[in-house]
């Protein structure tokens, strides 16, 4: 499985980004995929993910960015997207997008097989 993950960015705080996760060689939907980032100088954290469905999946988020972001997959395009609102300077970090065939709900980061590389999220104060 590649990922490719894409739509990062400068905002202001309070703005919007929605991130992208393409896949190839593998149905996003047989998988679950989740999102992580990583701040500098700070550990990779697990923000969200969406669990393997031929249908919609159930999703499931960090505290930190529950009622803010928002986990999707669009089965037509093979892409899972992020959808963050109400985004905040703490949210400054590279965003990974990461899949795994192993499990249905995966939080840690070693639960997953695959990686895309990271887009970089800035958030001005």
């Known amino acids: 499985v590649q990922l490719q993950a894409s739509g990062g960015g400068l905002v202001q705080t309070g703005g919007s980004l929605r991130l992208s996760c393409a896949a190839s060689g593998r149905t996003l939907s047989s998988i679950a995929v989740g999102w992580f980032r990583q701040a500098p100088g700070k550990e990779r954290e697990f923000v969200a993910a969406?669990?393997?469905?031929?249908?919609?999946?159930?999703?499931y988020y960090a505290d930190s960015v529950k009622g803010r972001f928002t986990i999707s997959r669009d089965n037509a395009k093979n892409t899972v997207y992020l959808q963050m609102n109400s985004l905040k300077p703490e949210d400054t970090a590279v965003y990974y997008c990461?899949?795994?065939?192993?499990?249905?709900?995966?939080?840690?980061?070693?639960?997953?097989?695959?990686w895309g590389q990271g887009t970089q999220v800035t958030v001005s104060s």
């Open positions: 990461a899949a795994v065939a192993r499990y249905n709900y995966p939080r840690l980061a070693h639960d997953f097989d695959y």
């Open positions: 969406i669990s393997r469905s031929w249908t919609v999946g159930e999703t």
